[in-house]
């Protein structure tokens, strides 16, 4: 069976586009493929957390991870910190990353630019990690939004370097992205990706908000001045809410805009809203639910974190003898 690893960080509450980009996809591959998901603490802590909100929001997250589909009797669902060789395998691939790539990363230079106070060393590794994790589990495919393709990129130019170098060792993952649900834009700013961290509360829907809010939030998207619903590259704003809609809905891009010709703005964006609404209400509920079955949450994580742990170790022994590590 062909091997699939993903992973979301428990730094802030997540966003329709974090649920469309990879959550969702992650629950339709689950049973054709042996899935590793984890939630990225590790990754989570190279910009600034309260480590009382950060452990607060690694239970919501596998909580919200289990409402939304993701079955844990399918896939190892975990905490990346409880399995130590994510840590140690980045170590080794640091050692064959260079300088020079790593700060190219578009994502680095984006966070560098956004906490210019804390440009530390974990922002500029954040992609080795990432391969890390990856390379770990021999994954064949990586489900993510496209912001993450130039990351999945560095994992297999990384898995060549070493494969080259060491001998066979790593598999070459593909990064498996979804066009049209692989970029969910701003309400605010559709040249923006939709992010945890916007300023603008408006700009993002988050997975926790109410009905009202999620309504209020799309009643405020920004549009154009024209009346036209339809998908095309000058009506950025339009388009992403119609991304959303098919995403939420199930339909085709010409199947949506059907059903919204001649309506105006308003009650299109309203349609929406509620589409949105309908879907994430019994998720809330389902979450919330678990959240008060602690102990079966955490058993879950733990027997997902045995999973990972032996698959790792495997990969891990494995290059540890291939760079020339002793061992008796
Ligand atoms: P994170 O938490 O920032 O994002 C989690 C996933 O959500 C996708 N995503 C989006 N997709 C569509 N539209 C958007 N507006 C949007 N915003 C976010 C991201 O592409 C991602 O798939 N670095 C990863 C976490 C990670 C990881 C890994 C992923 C750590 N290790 C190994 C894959 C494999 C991240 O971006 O997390």
């Not at 009382?52 to 409402?67: G, H, K, Q, S, V």
């Not at 009797?73 to 980045?90: D, G, R, T």
């Not at 070493?162 to 992205?177: A, D, M």
């Not at 299109?268 to 998720?283: R, Y």
Request: hydrophobic share 40%; aromatic share 8%; with cysteine.
């Amino acid at each position: 069976m062909s091997i699939m690893y993903s992973a979301v960080q428990p730094s802030g509450n997540l966003t329709i586009g974090n649920y469309i980009g990879a959550v969702r996809n992650w629950v339709r591959l689950q049973s054709e493929y042996d899935c590793f998901y984890a939630i990225a603490d590790m990754h989570a802590i190279t910009v600034r957390q309260d480590p009382a909100e950060l452990r607060r929001r690694t239970l919501e997250l596998a909580a919200l991870y289990i409402a939304c589909g993701v079955d844990p009797e399918k896939c190892a669902l975990y905490v990346q910190s409880h399995v130590s060789a994510h840590a140690e395998l980045c170590w080794i691939l640091n050692t064959l990353t260079y300088v020079g790539e790593a700060s190219r990363m578009t994502q680095f230079k984006d966070k560098s630019r956004n906490h210019a106070d804390n440009v530390n060393m974990g922002l500029m590794d954040y992609p080795v990690l990432m391969a890390a994790d990856i390379l770990l589990y021999q994954a064949d495919h990586v489900p993510v939004g496209a912001d993450q393709k130039q990351h999945v990129e560095l994992a297999r130019d990384l898995a060549e370097r070493f494969n080259s170098r060491y001998g066979e060792t790593f598999k070459v993952p593909q990064p498996l992205i979804v066009q049209g649900e692989a970029r969910i834009c701003s309400l605010q700013d559709p040249s923006k990706k939709m992010s945890k961290s916007d300023e603008n509360p408006n700009a993002s829907v988050f997975l926790s908000d109410d009905r009202d809010t999620i309504i209020r939030k799309f009643k405020r998207a920004v549009t154009d001045s024209d009346n036209r619903i339809a998908a095309d590259a000058e009506k950025p704003g339009i388009t992403n809410l119609l991304n959303i809609y098919c995403a939420f809905k199930g339909c085709t891009m010409s199947e949506a805009e059907g059903s919204f010709a001649g309506m105006g703005y308003g009650d299109f964006k309203l349609a929406v809203g509620e589409t949105v609404a309908d879907v994430l209400a019994p998720i809330q509920a389902e979450k919330q639910r678990l959240l008060q079955e602690k102990d079966v949450l955490a058993s879950v994580l733990n027997a997902g974190a045995e999973r990972a742990f032996k698959a790792a170790r495997k990969t891990l022994s494995k290059v540890y003898r291939k760079v020339g590590f002793w061992r008796e």
